[in-house]
């Protein structure tokens, strides 16, 4: 089960959830064996563990942009390298056309999010 992460307002919650669910439905989609889901799934926590700790321990001003990158940077970097594994010769296709849409995906999470405030929503 994918963690939780932290957000920064309700916008940032929202578009994090979104963003999320669509990356491991995808995932789920395309991965055949659920053990290598269940892989990617303890690695994706790994990194929401990270984006927690990085806000709690380093948040100011400087590290704004760094926070908030956090997670779509690592996934994504973390997803080519998981549909690399996966890719062969039946399915090369579609797992180059996934790549390229979470790729993406992961752009546009950033533009969405570029200019969240940091107070929380009251």
């Known amino acids: 089960m994918l963690l939780k992460p932290i957000s920064l307002n309700y916008k940032h919650e929202i578009a994090l959830s ?72 039946t399915n090369r296709s579609t797992v180059r056309v996934y790549k390229h849409i979470l790729s993406e995906e992961g752009y546009n999470f950033i533009e969405k999010i570029q200019d969240l405030e940091i107070e929380k929503d009251i």
Do not use: R, W
């Open 18 to 89: 979104v963003y999320l669910d669509m990356i491991t439905t995808t995932i789920k989609d395309v991965t055949k064996d659920e053990s290598k889901y269940k892989d990617f799934i303890d690695v994706a926590n790994i990194i929401i563990d990270h984006h927690k700790n990085y806000k709690s321990d380093v948040l100011g001003i400087a590290n704004y942009q760094d926070f908030l990158s956090l997670i779509p940077t690592h996934f994504t970097t973390m997803i080519n390298g998981y549909l690399v594994g996966l890719e062969n010769e």
